[in-house]
């Protein structure tokens, strides 16, 4: 009955994180199944081993090999990395506990907590972040930083040229931004003027 019941409470943990957290707010469907099978498996081998002579630091290495490995069989964003460990995590806690104590469970809603928190829309929610490529060869920083709140609306706070081509005309720059929240004037000059082009170079 004791395993019963912690199986219940991680499926109930499980459940919450991604049909209630996760899915409503980002609504992809593989990663659905993804957590699902990592979050029941850990806690499958988690039993096992808390149950026979190895001892949890198999468990704690198993965490270790599984993360690696998922995360380096597909491209997934920061975001969905942390809900992978939040169900990794909530599987060993079920699995190496021998019973659902108060400390097991305050740390399974806890987990759940940070990634509800965390994640929520509502926190920073007028910050954004793009990448943009753009039509000119950007030199000058400043001039680069007007047309791109001019082009997304938004005061830009944090910039990163990731590739400046001279022969093709090319800036491509990683943003993070607040939208609405240009303090440009959109007839300064700084503004309807694209900033200054660079020469091409000869191939």
Known sequence: MTDL?????????ICLL????????????DLV????GVNIGVLAVSMVLGSSTV???????????????????????????????????LGLISGLSSEVTILSGALMLLVVAALFVG??????????????RLDVAYTDEAALRAR???VL???VVNLTVRELDLVNDITVAEVRYTA????????????????????????
């Open 5 to 13: 019941t912690i199986i219940a409470a991680d499926l109930a943990a």
């Open 18 to 29: 991604t049909f209630a957290v996760y899915f409503p707010r980002h609504h992809r469907r």
């Open 33 to 36: 199944a993804a957590f699902l």
């Open 55 to 89: 001892g949890a630091g198999l468990g704690l290495g198993l965490f270790g090999v599984l993360s690696i490995i998922r995360l380096r069989s597909s491209e997934i964003a920061q975001h969905e990395v942390a809900y992978y460990f939040a169900a990794l995590a």
């Open 119 to 132: 994640d929520h829309p509502g926190l920073f929610r007028s910050y954004r972040q793009q990448t943009v």
């Open 148 to 150: 791109l709140e001019t």
């Open 153 to 155: 609306g938004g005061r």
């Open 180 to 203: 609405g929240d240009s303090p440009l004037v959109r007839d300064s000059p700084a503004v309807r003027e694209p900033g200054p082009r660079v020469e091409r170079i000869a191939a």
